[in-house]
C-alpha cells in the first residue's frame, strides 16, 4: 500500500530536527545566518510555538552576536547549525578561529562593542566551546 501524499504545509516534529548553513565568514553573512534562524524558528513554532515569547527574540540575538563574532574574529568560513532539544534550542556555531571567547569591557561612553559574549551568556542556559585543530565550535543552549 503507497503512502497517501501530503499536500498540506504542516511540518510534523520529526521534520524539524536540525538546520544547518555554511557561509563564507563575510560581513553580509550575518544577516544570512539570522535568515536561516528566523525561517528555522518559523518552522519549529509551527509544530511547537515558544514557551514564552521573548525565546524567538533571544534566539536570533545569540545567532547574530555568534555570527557577527565569527566574521569579526575568525578568518574564513563559518557553520551555523540549530537543533531542537526536549525544551529548548541548541545553536551550534563553528569557525575557523582556534582561540576561544572571551568577555571584553564594555564601556558605553567610548563605543566599540564588548557587549556580544555577555548577551549570549546572559539569554543562554549553556555555552561551551570545544576547540580542534581546525577551529572551535561554540554550543550555546537556549530555552524554547
Request: aromatic share 8%; charged share 20%.
Amino acid at each position: 500500500m503507497a503512502a497517501e501524499p501530503r499536500w498540506d504545509k504542516t511540518l510534523g516534529s520529526e521534520e524539524i530536527t536540525n538546520r544547518t548553513a555554511g557561509f563564507a565568514g563575510e560581513l553580509h553573512n550575518v544577516t544570512g545566518a539570522r535568515l536561516v534562524a528566523e525561517e528555522f524558528l518559523y518552522d519549529l513554532s509551527r509544530v511547537s510555538p515558544p514557551s514564552a515569547p521573548e525565546h524567538w527574540d533571544d534566539i536570533l540575538l545569540v545567532v547574530t552576536e555568534l555570527a557577527a563574532n565569527a566574521v569579526q574574529y575568525a578568518p574564513g568560513p563559518f557553520e551555523l547549525t540549530l537543533r531542537r532539544t526536549f525544551d529548548g534550542v541548541h545553536v551550534v556555531m563553528h569557525d575557523t578561529s582556534t582561540t576561544p571567547p572571551a568577555p571584553r569591557p564594555f564601556h558605553p561612553s567610548r563605543g566599540g562593542g564588548g557587549i556580544g559574549w555577555h548577551l549570549v551568556h546572559t539569554l543562554s542556559d549553556q555555552v561551551s566551546v570545544v576547540t580542534h585543530e581546525r577551529g572551535k565550535e561554540i554550543h550555546v543552549f537556549l530555552p524554547w
